[in-house]
């Protein structure tokens, strides 16, 4: 069942567990076989992949080449789910964790632009409107941009997460 996928995925992250992870991307791959447009399956199976990548050691740049495939991967499933989400219940996490995949792999422009989409859906979402100013912030430390601009709208979405912290626990 997809309980037990998820269970078994989230569990091996916690727990560095390699195998549980295995198997529930395992069980996940076989819904998404057994339906090709399900959301959810795409949406879990990326999140399977993420953990996967994850809990390998990061070893300066070597994690990247490691774990290319897998992220990316995980980035097109995770576009996958919200392109064929129809009912709305899982575009918002899934372009959140895209912008979430995109800012681990320093892809900065898309992260903001994968925290965008998923504010012009769900202007509460307090993940993707702090991911959004951690971006802009980054982006004034390395001297990108119109420094005053970016503070001014990474405050912006900083208050407003501020009003939604029941988001940032979801």
Do not use: M
Not at 69 to 74: F, H, I, L, Q, S
Request: glycine share 8%; charged share 25%.
């Amino acid at each position: 069942t997809s309980l037990k996928a998820s269970t078994l995925i989230d569990a091996g992250s916690a727990t560095g567990n390699r195998k549980a992870i295995e198997e529930g991307i395992a069980l996940f791959e076989s819904f998404r076989e057994t339906d090709p447009e399900d959301a959810g399956s795409h949406y879990n199976l990326g999140n399977g992949l993420v953990a996967l990548a994850d809990l390998q050691p990061y070893q300066g740049f070597d994690w990247y080449l490691t774990t290319a495939e897998a992220r990316r991967k995980a980035r097109w499933l995770f576009q996958h789910a919200a392109s064929r989400d129809t009912e709305g219940r899982i575009l918002s996490r899934a372009l959140t964790n895209l912008g979430n995949a995109f800012s681990k792999a320093h892809r900065w422009v898309e992260a903001y632009d994968a925290y965008s989409r998923v504010l012009e859906h769900d202007g509460k979402n307090g993940v993707a409107l702090t991911g959004a100013a951690k971006i802009l912030l980054r982006c004034i430390e390395r001297g990108i941009g119109n420094a005053k601009t970016l503070r001014c709208v990474a405050a912006r979405h900083l208050s407003a997460a501020r009003q939604h912290p029941e988001t940032i626990k979801e």
